[in-house]
């Protein structure tokens, strides 16, 4: 199956191209600064640790799992090996490559990689944020999830585990307290409103 793995590899690259470089290079482009503030965060702060929670797992998936696969690391069950379900996930995996970057792109100059707390952003809820707080992640995770079941080994399914935890991580105890923090009942309303990940999921309470 070492052509699914080169598949995996090449898919998670071009997502760290495109939704981290690139982006990063559009808003500098844009605004004269890249968006990028995990730089802000604290040694041994959450968002210190849900960014390289987050990291070890992507690692984890789109390049150790795919590594392993070439290696000869079998999928976890024989059933995750079919050639419709790999080719199925890889195409998950790429819509949700493009997904992100969609979504990143709807933020336009409030977009950030991470949280400053010292810095105020406008509060985006239109377009696909008028579905879910935090589509970029979303689609993220979309991406993940398409990504470790194009490999299907333990190492993929183990970091897409981790890369759950970390997103969970920065989404509840980060983002969402800063941004309660910054504009105060304008998010209160709109999180009650608006699903967390998915629509009318995860919405938080007045």
């Known amino acids: 199956m070492s052509g699914y793995a080169i598949v995996a590899l090449a898919l998670f690259a071009t997502w760290a191209l495109l939704a981290g470089v690139g982006r990063m290079a559009l808003q500098r482009r844009r605004t004269g600064d890249s968006g990028f503030r995990f730089a802000a ?18 690692v984890l998936v789109g390049v150790a ?5 070439l290696l000869g690391l079998d999928a976890v069950a024989p059933a995750l090996s079919a050639p419709s379900l ?65 490999t299907a080994n333990a190492v993929a399914l183990s970091g897409l585990v981790v890369v759950h935890a970390g997103i969970q991580m920065q989404v509840r105890a980060v983002e969402e307290p800063h941004l309660l923090a910054t504009h105060g009942q ?9 699903g967390r990940f998915l629509p009318w999921i995860g919405r938080l309470r007045r």
Do not use: C, K
């Not at 965060?41 to 987050?54: P, V």
């Not at 799992?65 to 696969?69: H, K, S």
């Not at 010292?118 to 991406?143: H, K, M």
């Not at 304008?186 to 608006?194: P, T």
């Open 41 to 58: 965060a604290t040694a041994g702060s959450r968002q210190w640790w849900a960014n390289r929670i987050s990291a070890a797992g992507s």
């Open 65 to 69: 799992a795919p590594v392993a696969d």
């Open 86 to 150: 790999r080719t199925a996930a890889a195409v998950v995996a790429a819509a949700g490559v493009v997904a992100t970057y969609l979504a990143q792109l709807a933020m336009g100059t409030a977009w950030r990689i991470g949280v400053d707390p010292t810095e105020r952003t406008d509060l985006v809820t239109s377009g696909p944020f008028a579905l879910v707080r935090n589509p970029i992640f979303t689609a993220a995770l979309i991406t993940f999830t398409g990504l470790a079941l194009t």
């Open 186 to 194: 304008a998010y209160a309303h709109y999180a009650a409103r608006v």
